[in-house]
């Protein structure tokens, strides 16, 4: 086979969480999404949280899908921005915690409003508001079990949704602290 055919072997795009150390700077984020509308890669989930005031230092959780290949790219490619300081696959690194926050507003009436009751318990969410014709949940945990509940609601009545994108650390006794130490 020459070199310059392409490989029949289509690799499956997978989702891979990752988590970055960044400076907590003007421009820093922008320059991270640049990165992935520049070459076209997309961005699933994102969340950015200043995690050291001292040394200006924010974490960034972020979820995209891709090949291996890809994946290891933007890996690479996230390393070279001049204020990324560290890049860790959560999903390869070992395990690792994901959760999710989302508010969603339930207009609905009748039957279904028991309906709603009884599955909002089901999933453990918080009631936040309540009217006579509608509710207001709030809902913490994998974005699986977010998405499962949504759909349920969804066929209750006119939903409307609000979600943080998901929160990644990776779980056991390793943590950044000595890396942190030496930006």
Do not use: C, W
């Not at 997978?14 to 076209?40: C, K």
């Not at 040394?55 to 996230?78: A, C, F, P, Y």
């Amino acid at each position: 086979m020459s070199v310059y055919q392409k490989n029949d072997i289509e690799e499956e795009e997978i989702s891979r969480t990752l988590s970055l150390v960044v400076d907590n700077q003007p421009g820093t984020l922008a320059r991270v999404i640049g990165l992935f509308s520049g070459r076209g890669y997309n961005i699933e989930s994102l969340t950015v949280t200043e995690i050291d005031n001292r040394r200006h230092l924010s974490k960034i959780s972020l979820v995209t899908r891709g090949t291996s290949m890809t994946i290891e790219q933007i890996k690479s490619q996230l390393l070279r921005i001049v204020p990324v300081h560290i890049v860790r696959d959560l999903t390869l690194d070992g395990p690792f915690i994901e959760s999710e926050l989302a508010l969603i507003k339930l207009v609905v009436k009748g039957a279904n409003r028991v309906e709603a009751l009884r599955i909002s318990e089901t999933f453990r969410a918080r009631t936040l508001d309540v009217t006579l014709s509608s509710f207001v949940f709030e809902l913490t945990g994998k974005p699986v079990k977010i998405d499962a509940f949504i759909g349920l609601m969804q066929s209750l009545g006119d939903t409307e949704i609000s979600r943080t994108g998901v929160s990644a650390i990776s779980r056991g006794n390793n943590t950044d602290t000595k890396l942190l130490e030496q930006i």
